[in-house]
């Protein structure tokens, strides 16, 4: 059998060889690991998560009674690598009523946003977890001080949970390093919309409720689960893509912003845009929700992003575009959040350039003008520190600087490969920033670890490209 990665090996056949295959020869850049690849834990929310197991599949069936309340079960399929006498679930509020893993009754306890879940016996490869749950969902606040997690609203509730909101409404593993395919059946007073990830697979009233079930096959990242109840317009038609499927578009449009028409018919354009460029739509199916709750930001839930306004064409290509990159390809760590926003943001930028507004490097230098001393220069986007700073400027434009300076750097038909193969190499998976530097290396042939410090890992305003 081969060594275990990282294992030096003794007996080298050819000294090329023994490079090649050792695994040792440290990677191009200076970074030792850094975040969850180094530490198992979280770089910017080290409590949240685990890498003790790996969830397979949610499955979340949830009561939503008028008063605000809930009565839920949620179902989680994992797989440990090593026995594991206790299972710890991340949940926020909400009370526990009953635990079982692997159809028995197991005691659990909780402290902080922990439920700490003990088996009859110690857990080995496959398991299932039952939790039946309910009360009223607390909202979580951010280090930023926005909303997110559960947001009662006047017709219902919205769940929106980036960073860590999803523990506000299922217990769950709640790191952006595990993901795992979702079933979200949600029972409403009949009349009230439903909106979820993925493809609504069922819509069925009985005695005056009705559940709604929503099927995201692809793995998702905890974060990016949704659902939205309310009164809403449900528009619905299709998409054929470039490789020839045809996939659902359903959007879901509260009534007092009108009907949103030209936001929902620029949503085929944006994703051929983007597909041109990024490859494949990664999902079997799209949409918006556009709600008129103000959270004070749009979020990517996957496939089916959420604005709480109008919606404006630059959003809406910023929130598609993480389709491919947050939600398909997904940072382990939030410390890797540039690989999101840079991303989205630089998409913005290059619709704007391809539909005669300011071009991709008209736009990196209008941002490189900004003054030395603005925050934009404060923190470096892949070395943040503080999880308050996850949405700065340093993080959405400088990250989109740093690729429109990789651009710049190895040529734009590399540089179009580089997105390219990023997508489909690390698609539906949860990766880092190092695997994109060695990536750009790869495809590049140049050596850029003096590139990538000092435009994501070295505070300050970098020397003009
Ligand atoms: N990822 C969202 C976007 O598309 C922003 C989320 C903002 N969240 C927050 N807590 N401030 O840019
Ligand atoms: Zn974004």
């Given at each position: 059998a081969a060594p275990p990665a990282g294992a030096t090996t003794a007996t080298p056949t050819t000294a090329g060889a023994a490079i090649t295959t050792a695994g040792?020869?440290?990677?191009a850049t200076s970074h030792p690991p850094t975040?969850?690849?180094?530490?198992?834990r979280d770089s910017l929310f080290p409590g949240q998560g685990t890498d003790a197991y790996d969830v397979r599949h949610y499955d979340v069936a949830l009561d939503y009674a008028k008063a605000g309340t809930i009565s839920a079960t949620t179902t989680v399929r994992a797989t440990a690598a090593r026995p594991l006498p206790r299972i710890d679930l991340d949940l926020e509020g909400l009370t526990v009523r009953s635990v079982s893993v692997d159809g028995r009754d197991a005691t659990w306890s909780r402290t902080g946003t922990k439920l700490h879940v003990v088996p009859r016996a110690t857990v080995h490869g496959d398991f299932t977890v039952v939790v039946r749950y309910g009360g009223r969902p607390v909202t979580h606040i951010d280090p930023d001080g926005a909303k997110d997690g559960w947001v009662p609203t006047a017709d219902g509730a919205t769940v929106l949970s980036e960073p860590v909101g999803a523990q506000t409404w299922f217990p769950d593993n709640n790191t952006p390093a595990d993901k795992a395919s979702f079933r979200v059946a949600v029972t409403v007073p009949a009349g009230t919309e439903v909106a979820g990830?993925?493809?609504?697979?069922?819509e069925s009233t009985r005695a005056g409720r009705t559940t709604w079930t929503w099927v995201q096959r692809e793995p998702m990242a905890t974060y990016l689960a949704m659902i939205s109840i309310g009164q809403y317009d449900v528009y619905r038609s299709s998409l054929r893509l470039a490789d020839g499927r045809t996939i659902p578009v359903t959007s879901f449009i509260d009534p007092d912003l009108g009907s949103q028409a030209a936001a929902r018919a620029q949503i085929a354009p944006a994703v051929r845009f983007l597909e041109r460029h990024f490859g494949p739509y990664p999902f079997s199916s799209v949409g918006i929700v556009a709600s008129r709750i103000k959270v004070g930001y749009a979020l990517e839930t996957?496939?089916?992003p959420f604005f709480d306004g109008p919606v404006d064409t630059s959003t809406l290509v910023h929130e598609l575009?993480?389709?491919w990159y947050g939600d398909s390809v997904t940072?382990?760590?939030?410390g890797d959040i540039w690989l999101n926003e840079g991303f989205a943001t630089y998409a913005e930028w290059w619709w704007q350039e391809a539909h005669g507004g300011q071009t991709r490097a008209e736009a990196f230098a209008k941002a490189y003008a900004t003054a030395a001393d603005d925050e934009l220069w404060g923190p470096a986007p892949a070395d943040l520190h503080d999880p308050a700073l996850l949405f700065s400027d340093a993080v959405y434009t400088r990250g989109a600087m740093t690729l429109e300076a990789l651009r710049h750097r190895i040529g734009s038909a590399a540089f179009d490969e580089v997105l390219q193969r990023w997508a489909a190499t690390e698609?539906?998976?949860s990766t880092d920033t190092d695997a994109f530097v060695a990536l750009a290396e790869r495809v590049s042939g140049q050596r850029l670890d003096?590139?990538?410090?000092?435009?994501l890992y070295t505070p300050g305003k970098p020397a003009r490209p």
């Open positions: 040792t020869a440290p990677a975040g969850r690849a180094a530490s198992g990830n993925g493809v609504l697979s069922g996957q496939t089916r575009a993480h389709q940072p382990a760590d939030w698609e539906y998976r003096g590139f990538f410090d000092t435009w």
